[in-house]
Nanobody, 124 residues
Framework: QVKLVESGGGSVQAGGSLRLSCAAS?????MGWFRQSPGKEREGVAS????????TYADSLLGRFTISQDNAKNTLYLHLNSLRPEDTAIYYC????????????????????WGQGTQVTVSA
């Protein structure tokens, strides 16, 4: 069974950076990061195919975030740069046993496992 544990959230000022980590156990082919703000639906942020390292990103991020992985540590990362107040949300790590086409679509419903979430708060 896949187990995911996130860390690295916190409070920063606009323009700052954070790195989120997701320690994973179990077998998975697709991993991703999603976020949810109060009163809004969950949205996809970035995804990665763990075997190839191929990544996808939400268009709205304009290149500010980067997803990466350390296979030796079985850990997924999300590097958040040039943070804005609208990036304030709970960020969730997700994993799927299968290759998912358009991983960020349908708000992550096809992922098998989720972490507990980590809060990111960006002040103006």
């Amino acid at each position: 069974q896949v187990k995911l544990v996130e860390s690295g959230g916190g409070s920063v000022q606009a323009g700052g950076s954070l790195r989120l980590s997701c320690a994973a156990s179990g077998y998975y082919r697709t991993m991703g990061w999603f976020r949810q703000s109060p009163g809004k639906e969950r949205e996809g942020v970035a995804s990665i195919y763990t075997a190839s390292g191929r990544t996808t990103y939400a268009d709205s991020l304009l290149g500010r975030f980067t997803i990466s992985q350390d296979n030796a540590k079985n850990t997924l990362y999300l590097h958040l740069n040039s943070l804005r107040p609208e990036d304030t949300a709970i960020y969730y790590c997700a994993a799927a046993r299968l290759f998912l086409l358009n991983p960020l679509g349908d708000r992550g419903r096809r992922f098998d496992a989720w972490g507990q979430g980590t809060q990111v708060t960006v002040s103006a």
